[in-house]
């Protein structure tokens, strides 16, 4: 099955710009729709974005829309996440996920998605 590996975590200053990768092993990497979650320490996993197959569909959580953009490119099996006007509140580890289409489970539900990465630090001063 696909294996994905995030990367680009760091630490910025609040207001700065991150953008994280996701790359993905595998030939069939363009057949998921692919979403980020975040988890800070002590807290839930948290649904940040997600999109679908092509890249035609985008779906955000309210915390980062605006901020926030997920994208795709097929041919180098690799999401992104661009980050900008980053805050404080958005310090945690940051996963990327494969979406089961079949799990019977909304879009932004962590149960709804089959592998994971290892995940990414992004880290927030203020």
């Known amino acids: 099955q696909v294996q994905l590996v995030e990367s680009g975590g760091g630490l910025v200053q609040a207001g700065g710009s991150l953008r994280l990768s996701c790359a993905a092993s595998g030939r069939t990497f363009s057949t998921y729709a692919v979403g980020w979650f975040r988890q800070a320490p002590g807290k839930e996993r948290e649904f940040v974005a997600q999109?679908?197959?092509?890249?035609?569909?985008?779906y955000y959580a309210n915390s980062v829309k605006g901020r926030f953009t997920i994208s795709r490119d097929n041919a180098k099996n690799t999401v992104y996440l661009q980050m900008n006007s980053l805050k404080p509140e958005d310090t945690a580890v940051y996963y990327c996920?494969?979406?089961?289409?079949?799990?019977?489970?909304?879009?932004?539900?962590?149960?709804?998605?089959?592998?994971w990465g290892q995940g990414t630090q992004v880290t927030v001063s203020s």
């Open positions: 999109i679908s197959t092509s890249g035609s569909n985008t």
């Open positions: 996920a494969t979406y089961r289409s079949y799990s019977g489970r909304y879009y932004y539900q962590a149960t709804g998605y089959e592998r």
